[in-house]
């Protein structure tokens, strides 16, 4: 099984930020479509954005503008910035990994990691 390891959630007060991180060290890395997906408590889980092997990032709209996501390659790792959050973005996160076509549905995402609790709150 290949390993993804989130890193980085925790308490945040609204309009706060916080950087998630990623590591997958055992992929063949340029050939993964690298997703985040949250769950917030009692709801289904939902995508949040998705970053190519190319790097072009792509965001569900309730973050767009907020939230950005980024790979590094040399260190096998994605992030996914978090900037200007609010309660609503309390949730577990976590990041995937799916083949070069793997987009908005978490059913395309291979490999997933154990997910990250982040919680806004004053």
């Not at 925790?10 to 769950?39: E, H, I, N, Y």
């Amino acid at each position: 099984q290949v390993p993804l390891v989130e890193s980085g959630g925790g308490l945040v007060q609204p309009g706060g930020s916080l950087k998630l991180s990623c590591v997958a060290s055992r992929l063949p890395w340029s050939d993964f479509t690298m997703g985040w997906f949250r769950q917030p408590p009692g709801k289904e889980r939902e995508i949040v954005g998705f970053i190519s092997w190319g790097g072009t990032a792509y965001y569900k709209e309730s973050v767009k503008g907020r939230f950005t996501i980024s790979r590094d390659a040399a260190r096998s790792t994605v992030y996914l910035q978090l900037d200007s959050v609010n309660v609503e973005d309390t949730a577990v996160y976590f990041c995937a990994a799916g083949g070069p076509g793997s987009s908005w549905w978490h059913d395309e995402y291979e490999y997933w990691g154990q997910g990250t609790q982040v919680t806004v709150s004053s």
